[in-house]
């Protein structure tokens, strides 16, 4: 794969703008995702399950439903999960690959490669997240069943999360900076899950049939 550092912040931008139009979007419509496995399809892929954990987490917390109800959801949270962690890494697996032809990749030994503490993938997580955040602030704000206090306090947090997601999405674009100047390198940092795992998880290997 052939990228240049510049394309691939375009990409990158692209990816960041396309998770805050999905989360209007998908409020509005049933969520649908674009095929293909270019950066964006994968990155709205992984927003995909954010946006729906977040809702289950919602129903989750719930106190006037049957408990079968939140165990149904405690499944399928687990599912969305393992789900959302395995994109993260197809996602990692992309830009790996992509930055690996950077000039300034090609000529670092292992000796010489740096890392970063969090991984492109694991950042366009977070911008994920924090788009969500930011709309569901924003029904805050909006709210006409509230006092001013509280519309105002969410007003405060809602600068806090516009900021942090501005920040964050510089410091995405700096680390393509520090991977074209060899300065860091990408690596795919897998997440091993292990609870859904039946011979991982002791709690279901271990456990006899029932009757």
Not at 146 to 161: F, T, W
Request: with cysteine; glycine share 6%.
């Amino acid at each position: 794969m052939h990228i240049t550092p510049e394309a691939l912040k375009g990409l990158l931008h692209a990816a960041c703008a396309d998770q805050m139009e999905c989360v209007v979007l998908w409020h509005k419509v049933e969520p649908a995702v674009q095929a293909g496995e270019g950066l964006v399809a994968l990155v709205q892929r992984q927003h995909l399950q954010n946006f729906l954990l977040w809702h289950v987490e919602d129903r989750a917390r719930r106190r006037d439903v049957d408990d079968a109800v939140i165990t149904a959801c405690k499944r399928e949270i687990d599912m969305l999960n393992q789900r959302r962690n395995d994109l993260m890494e197809q996602v990692d697996d992309w830009l790996v690959q992509a930055i690996a032809g950077f000039p300034a990749q090609q000529g670092l030994s292992g000796t010489m490669r740096r890392f970063n503490t969090e991984t492109l993938g694991a950042a366009l997580d977070r911008m994920s997240i924090l788009s969500l955040k930011i709309y569901h602030m924003v029904e805050q704000v909006d709210r006409k069943d509230v006092d001013e206090g509280h519309r105002s306090r969410c007003q405060d947090k809602l600068a806090v999360l516009r900021a942090q997601h501005q920040d964050l999405g510089r410091a995405i674009l700096d680390l393509v900076d520090d991977y074209a100047g060899g300065v860091k390198s990408p690596k795919v940092y897998f997440q091993c899950k292990m609870y859904n795992d039946p011979a991982l998880n002791p709690e279901l290997y271990a456990a006899k049939p029932l009757g």
